[in-house]
């Protein structure tokens, strides 16, 4: 996969914004360290972490405690 796009990465999650929450997480984490689960070679922390997407090695796990988004946004903001 010479470029990775976000469509590639639609296939696996279906929803957009869901997909960059994910992606944003994942770079984070790549950031501080953890080990990609594909070959990175000189690649931004977001495009290994669209790249781990893609391949299916990165998913998303909804957890059902979650509650819905508004919960989540008045949490936060109550923090």
Known sequence: MARV???DCL???NNRFALVILVSKR???LLKGVTPTVLAKNNKYV???????ASGHVNLDIDSSMGTAE???ESDLNR
Request: no cysteine; net charge neutral; aromatic share 0%.
């Open 5 to 7: 796009t976000v469509e």
């Open 11 to 13: 296939d696996k999650i």
């Open 27 to 29: 770079a984070k984490q």
């Open 47 to 53: 495009v290994t972490a669209l790249r781990e997407v």
């Open 71 to 73: 919960q989540q946004v």
